[in-house]
């Protein structure tokens, strides 16, 4: 499994990007989520979403203002940020794996992309 993520850029505050990531490989049955990284931060989960396109669970920090949704047929994940605070700013990698169960924190998400970099001015 290949990830490619694409779609960040720079942005004001209160304003919206969209993130997609497109697989290659059969990833049909896997979860698929968003992690993000803030220069001289660690790594922290954004968001996931099962592979019945469903079931998702977001981080307290992006719930109500982010939206993860996939389209399956064309092996693409998404995620749509909407009033968008500096505090955003960070390099987003999406990842993939056979979870089995709910997607939620912690998990080992065994497939990792390139991240793509979003920075939010203020």
């Known amino acids: 499994v290949q990830l490619q993520a694409s779609g960040g850029g720079l942005v004001q505050a209160g304003g919206s990007l969209k993130l997609s990531c497109a697989a290659s490989?059969?990833?049909?049955?896997?979860?698929m989520g968003w992690f993000r990284q803030a220069p001289g931060k660690e790594r922290e989960f954004v968001a996931c979403?099962?592979?019945?396109?469903?079931?998702?669970y977001y981080a307290d920090s992006v719930k109500g203002r982010f939206t993860i949704s996939r389209d399956n047929a064309k092996n693409t994940m998404y995620l749509q940020m909407h009033s968008l605070k500096p505090e955003d700013t960070a390099v987003y990698y999406c990842?993939?794996?056979?979870?089995?169960?709910?997607?939620?924190?912690?998990?080992?998400?065994?497939?990792w992309g390139q991240g793509t970099q979003v920075t939010v001015s203020s």
């Open positions: 990842v993939a794996q056979n979870l089995g169960s709910d997607c939620s924190p912690p998990r080992n998400w065994g497939y």
């Open positions: 490989g059969r990833t049909g049955s896997y979860s």
């Open positions: 979403i099962k592979w019945n396109v469903v079931t998702t």
